[in-house]
């Protein structure tokens, strides 16, 4: 019988998701990929099958997604990778990119003192340092197997001989960014004879580079590929040099851990440490949701993207963004209070001020005292949503999620002339001008401000869940997971987290699902456009300001993030991967 004390309509919204899901079973087996792309998912099953270990696969796939998906897969980029071996041990590889050494606090501001549009966002000036080779090259020579050429030679294959473009990979080529910029015209557009559906795309450029990096992968830091990238960027303007290629490291970091408890279970997570401000939320909105709140717990207040849940969720959100606008940025240069904001005495403390039935509003928020320093007074920051993630498991329990960038879609729009990839634009991940909001509208400490040799923040969260260990019951990964949207990332994460281990939900199911979102600033409640309206109606009720993505455009799809999960059934052992629904071309291989 339903509860008299919820309105009927509300019960009703509490249950349309959950039934209304029909989506196929995941793929099973001993191993699995999970990619944006079905050409990258298959290259790193391709390794795999050769002997190669997870880690191998992923930069098998990292360098292939370089060639099949080139608005966010990447050689001048970067990203994270987090590993966990079978036996345990975690190892969270930084190779974010940096600011060159030319770069200043103020280098996007006019005489005024105003932020030029668009200086940080397109074009050689909005270059940060690229990561992405030295990270995946570093990985392979630390963690892999095999060699790097094998890792490597999927990408140069579909470099060379070309692959067969779908039509929606066709239109995003179409992309007004990329066109204002020569080299990239030529390539990804033909200098305007566009590629369409059915054409086979080959980018002889890339394939001789990739060539070259797989025969001798320091040349890309120090030899003759980074004479011609400087030379390539400086001669557009650009701050890159020889020296900052030179000069860059990837940095090998302890990666965060927390626990989250459901449903009867204890689950330890790994996740991301900054400069990712993702894992600090996601463990800090984990830690929140983890006793009842007002006595319920979220399975007691409602099913799988029900108003009880997603009050609860959202404004355990707000709280977590509330800190990480506040304190976070590179760790290698200021001191972050990342213990105290995961404490579960902090979480008690925020718990104890969520309303069970109506939100706090966000300038009304007030931190729990006595747990943090008082945080920069100055804010501001942005953060592009063009990002993407994969996730491996091997058949030897070895477990892989990496999350990289160019930031935003296809980067700066600039390609390096010659070298044939794009460049990023992450320098627009730093705080441009503290107390401007960008165009998310999210806020950031002085603590991202920009300076030479210093990482942006991001929110990148790759992440890992294992089961705790009891005697004689070791742990083993229950989820690999991760997600692209810009600031979106931890909360599609945590929705996802929540779905599978709270909600029952499939792997594919919570990929499919539409996703909610909560930031602090702006106050809004924001809903993807296929969002169950009977429940985004009941938010409204209860009081908060909504936005549904793209809601007032027919023809756009109204989606963000990109979920490419892998659940691990720890009694049976079976794998099962899942490419989320969003992206046609994407594909989950196992063997």
């Known amino acids: 019988m339903p509860n008299p004390a919820k309105p009927l309509a509300i019960l009703l919204a509490a249950s349309l998701f959950t039934s209304a899901l029909a989506a196929p079973p995941a793929p099973k087996g001993h191993a699995v990929v999970v990619t944006i792309h079905h050409e990258a998912s298959d290259a790193g099953l391709a390794i795999l099958r050769q002997g190669g270990n997870a880690v191998d696969a992923a930069v098998a796939v990292g360098f292939a997604l370089a060639v099949v998906w080139p608005r966010a897969g990447n050689l001048g980029g970067g990203g994270f990778m987090l590993i966990r071996s079978p036996q345990g041990e975690a190892h969270f590889l930084d190779f974010r990119e940096r600011a060159p050494l030319a770069a200043t606090r103020d280098m996007y501001l006019d005489a005024a003192g105003n932020v030029i549009p668009g200086l940080s966002t ?21 963690f892999g197997k095999l060699t790097l050429a094998q890792d490597m030679a999927p990408a140069i294959r579909l470099a060379t001989d070309g692959y067969v473009l779908s039509a929606p990979e066709a239109a995003t080529l179409h992309d007004s960014k990329v066109s204002r910029f020569p080299e990239s ?14 054409d086979t795309f080959k980018q002889p450029d890339l394939a001789k580079t990739l060539t070259r990096i797989a025969a001798a992968p320091d040349d890309f830091y120090h030899g003759a590929i980074a004479a011609e990238l400087a030379r390539s960027v400086s001669s557009h303007g650009g701050l890159l040099t020889e ?9 090998d970091r302890k990666p965060l851990l927390g626990q989250f408890t459901t449903n009867g279970a204890t689950y330890d997570i790994v996740t991301a440490p900054p400069p990712s401000s993702g894992g600090i939320v996601l463990l800090e909105t984990l830690n929140m949701l983890s006793a009842p709140i007002a006595g319920k717990t979220l399975t007691e207040a409602g099913g799988d993207r029900s108003p009880g849940q997603v009050h609860l969720i959202a404004e355990a959100f707000r709280r977590a963004y509330m800190d990480r606008a506040d304190y976070l940025g590179d760790p290698d240069y200021n001191t972050l209070p990342i213990a105290q904001m995961a404490s579960m005495k902090y979480a008690d403390a925020w718990r104890a001020g969520i309303d069970p039935i109506k939100p706090t509003p966000s300038l009304d928020l007030k931190r729990p005292a006595g747990f943090l320093p008082p945080p920069p007074a100055s804010k501001a920051g942005t953060e592009s949503t ?9 058949s030897g329990g070895m477990a892989v999620s990496t999350t990289y960038t160019l930031n935003g879609l296809f980067g700066c729009g600039a390609t390096a002339e010659g070298l044939g990839f794009l460049l990023n634009n992450e320098m627009d991940d730093f705080t441009s001008k503290p107390g401007v909001p960008n165009a998310y509208k999210i806020l950031q400490s002085s603590a991202n401000a920009i300076a030479p040799g210093h990482r942006p923040l991001s929110s990148m969260t790759p992440t890992i869940v294992t089961t705790h260990p009891t005697p004689g019951h070791p742990a083993k990964v229950v989820l690999v997971l991760g997600s692209p949207g810009g600031t979106t990332i931890p909360t599609t994460v945590i929705n996802d987290l929540i779905s599978v281990l709270v909600n029952g939900l499939t792997v594919q199911q919570s990929a499919d699902a539409p996703r909610f979102h909560h930031q602090w600033i702006p106050d809004v409640l924001q809903f993807e456009k296929t969002f169950d309206p009977t429940v985004v109606a009941a938010m409204k009720a209860m009081g908060y300001t909504i936005s549904q993505v ?3 455009d027919a023809k756009a799809p109204g989606q963000w993030g990109d979920s490419e999960l892998i659940f691990i059934d720890p009694k049976t052992g079976t794998m099962q991967g899942a490419n989320d629904a969003r992206f046609s071309f994407g594909k989950a291989a196992s063997y």
């Open 386 to 394: 063009d990002t993407t993630h994969y996730s491996v498991v091997d």
């Open 122 to 142: 397109t074009g050689y000036k909005a270059i940060g340092v690229p990561g992405s080779v030295k990270g995946l090259v570093y990985a392979q020579k630390h």
């Open 243 to 251: 020296a900052d290629l030179a000069n860059y490291a990837v940095v």
């Open 185 to 198: 015209r030529r390539i990804f557009q033909r200098d305007g004879d566009f590629l369409k559906e059915g």
């Open 550 to 552: 793209s809601e007032a």
